[in-house]
């Protein structure tokens, strides 16, 4: 049975899409919502983050700006800060928290935090797995079952990829911690520094909490399609 003739895979893709359609839009509609809120500092969001990564002897880290809406990175190679042009040069409330979000990965990464050192150590593996994963799985059940006998090729092209597919899967669930820390550095140097008031803290958590859910939503996902695979490979009986 191929995989789009399947309900149980239909089901698995519709999971999919809620999974990555409802937190993109809450993070667009909270980050819309925020920027609308400017900081009683004044800071804008490239002030923010030159004076957190001076702030942890971070002066060489430059503070850049990219392109496109929710650009926001750290180049760990390069060593930048790249803002988005609203974070850039907004000094509302959502801008704030997302430049300093990217700042404590800089500072992540300049303390050689553990989840990012794996997380790189992870990046060529995932960028094999997360595509030719899926496809080595489909090709092995689409091609190599017959009725439920899958021959020996098959099945070992089949667990292949659910080996590689699960390296991406596990690189997602590594991300989870770095994330989350991040936004945790962020929270504590705008409070302790007074980058943001007391009645506007509430607010960049609000941001800095949806960004966090499009990573879980997006782990979750990955996890429940790699579950999946593992199930119709199981259902399958080897040939003798």
Not at 133 to 155: D, E, K, Q, R, S
């Amino acid at each position: 049975m191929f995989f789009f003739h399947d309900p149980l895979y239909m089901l698995v893709m519709l999971v999919g899409m809620v999974l990555v359609f409802v937190p993109q839009m809450w993070v667009k509609n909270t980050v819309a919502k925020f920027s609308e809120v400017r900081t009683s500092r004044g800071y804008a969001g490239r002030e923010v983050a030159r004076n957190i990564l001076a702030e942890h002897g971070l002066s060489s880290v430059a503070v850049e700006m990219s392109d496109g809406f929710l650009s926001d990175h750290y180049d760990p190679t390069d060593r930048v800060v790249r803002l988005s042009p609203d974070v850039y040069h907004g000094d509302s409330i959502a801008s704030v928290a997302v430049a300093a979000h990217e700042c404590g990965h800089a500072i992540q990464h300049a303390k050689g935090y553990y989840p990012v050192v794996l997380r790189s150590a992870l990046v060529p593996a995932v960028n094999l797995g997360s595509g030719l994963g899926p496809w080595m799985i489909i090709i092995a059940l689409g091609l190599g079952v017959t009725g439920n006998i899958m021959p020996a090729w098959a099945m070992m092209l089949a667990w292949a990829g659910v080996i590689l597919y699960g390296l991406a899967v596990a690189f997602h669930f590594v991300t989870l911690p770095v994330e989350l820390d991040a936004s945790g550095r962020a929270l504590k140097v705008l409070e302790t520094h007074n980058y943001l008031s007391s009645t506007e803290m509430p607010g960049a958590k609000k941001v800095l909490t949806a960004a966090a859910f499009t990573y879980v939503a997006t782990a979750l996902y990955a996890l429940i399609q790699l579950l999946y695979f593992v199930m119709r490979i199981l259902g399958s009986r080897r040939e003798e």
